[in-house]
């Protein structure tokens, strides 16, 4: 049997480290918990949260979650969606897993190598009778081209789900993210720009979606004595409530601060050939730093992206392979037949390492990181 274990005495940069406030507040948090007694089944503070989040992305409906990917996976189900759904296997396990998990079928459009989000030029040939939606992924934070998705589903009559577990706080010429398709996914994990330590919600436009969503996360009751759909159970507690409320009052700050981190990677790391960074495709994003993700072009310096992994790991820098392998090539799917050809995320999943990025990693961590890097494709 395979657990991974968890060892809390390593040495290191680590890729990130999960943001905390400062305790008091959280303390305050926890007295209304403890005067009230409620710990979760959409308390007070879970009340709070949901309003402060809607205002937050200046959307009409959010619903909290326990964690981002039962929210996506009941977003699905909410929608009755049954068919293939196009979507990129340049992401996480959790974005091809929602799909599969409902019975649908994942074909695989591929993304572009500017931003690696989904080239939006190659989703109408992959069309069929038996296409139901798009779920596109804004990977690192980088938006997807929306207004072109939103084209083609209006075209086709297609539902969009955004797996925007990366992106909270990003906008698209000044608008909340959050408002493109019909619903987006976001993802509050401990390693998140944003975190409840575990946890995330969905903003959804349709009010009926919204609703039968709602009784998705809560086993599908729909009153005392009525269970009304196959449900599960996506709650967010009222302690997951609590740090999403103290968190949400440092984000700008924190996104301010990783901004300059990931400037000051952007400065060091220009000069080269054959190392690259990403770019927004347009130039009125407001992006949130989420993630620092580098591409190696191993005929261009020499060396392996593994090898520069191995470089920096052995050295305590712990970068990662963020994302690889692609989903499709994942043991659960590889045979699986499922449609798509995808050469530039394979190959983007061979050059990538994600850098450590995080608010209070220090300036000369950073310069350390990147005299390694240098001085070991110089060599
Ligand atoms: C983190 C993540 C998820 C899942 O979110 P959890 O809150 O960990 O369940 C889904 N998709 C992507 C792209 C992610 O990075």
């Known amino acids: 049997m395979y657990f991974e274990k968890f060892s809390d005495d390593r040495k290191g940069i680590f890729v990130t480290k999960p943001t ?75 974005t091809t897993h929602a799909i599969v998990r409902n019975g649908c079928t994942p074909v695989f459009c591929d993304v572009k190598e500017s931003d690696c989000t989904i080239d939006s030029n190659k989703i109408e040939e992959l069309i069929t009778d038996q296409t139901v939606a798009i779920l596109p992924v804004h990977v690192y934070g980088m ?51 944003f975190n409840t330590i575990e946890g995330g919600c969905v903003t959804v436009k349709d009010p009926q979606n919204a609703v039968r969503l709602y009784q998705l996360c809560n086993f599908g009751i729909m009153g005392e004595d009525v269970v009304s759909a196959v449900g599960a159970n996506a709650k967010m507690n009222e302690f997951q ?3 999403g409320l103290c968190n949400l009052e440092h984000f700008e700050e924190n996104r301010r601060k990783r901004k300059s981190i990931y400037e000051l990677y952007k400065k060091e790391l220009n000069e080269f050939d054959g190392i690259r960074m990403l770019d927004a495709y347009r130039d009125d994003i407001e992006r949130n730093y989420s993630y620092c ?11 392996t992206r593994n090898e520069i992994y191995d470089y920096l790991v052995s050295n305590n820098i712990y970068v990662r392979k963020y994302f690889y392998p692609i989903t499709s090539d994942f043991d659960c799917y590889k045979n699986a037949g499922y449609r798509g050809e995808t050469p530039i995320s394979r190959k983007l999943s ?19 990181i990147c005299e390694y890097l240098k001085a070991f494709i110089r060599r």
């Open 20 to 94: 905390l406030p400062p305790l008091k507040e959280y303390i305050s948090y926890l007295e209304r918990i403890w005067d009230k007694d409620i710990l979760t089944n959409m308390g007070p503070l879970h009340e709070e949260f949901r309003e402060k989040l809607s205002d937050f992305f200046g959307v009409d409906i959010c619903l909290p979650s326990s964690n981002g990917h039962m929210a996506l996976e009941l977003t699905i189900q909410a929608m009755e969606l049954k068919g293939e759904i196009i979507t990129t296997p340049y992401t996480f396990a959790s």
């Open 143 to 193: 938006p997807c081209n929306v207004d072109e998705i939103d084209r083609i589903a209006n075209k086709y009559g297609l539902k969009v789900i955004y797996d925007a577990a990366h992106a909270f706080g990003v906008k698209i010429g000044g608008k909340s993210i959050a408002s493109f398709g019909d619903a987006s996914m976001f993802s509050f994990h401990a390693t998140k720009v």
């Open 241 to 243: 409530a609590a740090m």
């Open 293 to 303: 993700a580098v591409f190696f072009d191993s005929e261009v310096l020499g060396v």
């Open 350 to 368: 061979n050059q990538v390492l994600t850098l450590p990025i995080y608010p209070e990693l220090e300036e000369e961590k950073i310069f350390d």
